[in-house]
C-alpha cells in the first residue's frame, strides 16, 4: 500500500515563496510518476505539474508555467513543487498523485493514489 504525506503548506503573502514537499513510503518510488494537483474552495480540482519516474519529462499546466517547478529525489522518495511568486489565487488544497504510467501525465484519473492534502493559503 502507497502512502503520500504532503507537508510545506501554510500561509503566505503575494509576491512569496513555499516548497511543498511529498513522501512517498510503501513502494519502490522510482517506478511511479508524480504529480501534484490542487483545490480551491467552489472549484474542481485542477492539474498543476507532473514529472516522470527519473525526472526525464515534466508537465505544467500553461497558467503556472514559470512560476511552479515540480522536481524529484528519488533517493529520498519525495517528490517538491516549488511555488515563487504566489498570488491570492494559488490558495488551494494541494495534492500529491502517484501514477504508474510513464511519462508525465496529466489527467487526474491517470493517477492511482492520492495524499491527504496540504493547506496554501495566500495573502493580498
Known amino acids: 500500500q502507497l502512502q503520500l504525506v504532503e507537508s510545506g503548506g501554510g500561509l503566505v503573502q503575494a509576491g512569496g515563496s513555499l516548497r511543498l514537499s511529498c513522501a512517498a513510503s510503501?513502494?519502490?518510488?522510482?517506478?511511479?510518476?508524480m504529480g501534484w494537483f490542487r483545490q480551491a474552495p467552489g472549484k474542481e480540482r485542477e492539474f498543476v505539474a507532473a514529472?516522470?519516474?527519473?525526472?526525464?519529462?515534466?508537465n505544467y499546466a500553461d497558467s503556472l508555467k514559470g512560476r511552479f517547478t515540480i522536481s524529484r529525489d528519488n533517493a529520498k522518495n519525495t517528490v517538491y513543487l516549488q511555488m515563487d511568486t504566489l498570488k491570492p489565487e494559488d490558495t488551494a488544497i494541494y495534492y500529491c498523485?502517484?501514477?504508474?504510467?510513464?511519462?508525465?501525465?496529466?489527467?487526474?484519473?491517470?493517477?492511482?493514489?492520492w495524499g491527504q492534502g496540504t493547506q496554501v493559503t495566500v495573502s493580498s
Open positions: 514529472i516522470s519516474r527519473y525526472a526525464r519529462t515534466t
Open positions: 498523485a502517484a501514477s504508474s504510467l510513464s511519462g508525465s501525465p496529466m489527467s487526474a484519473y491517470d493517477y492511482f493514489y
Open positions: 510503501g513502494r519502490t518510488f522510482s517506478t511511479l510518476a
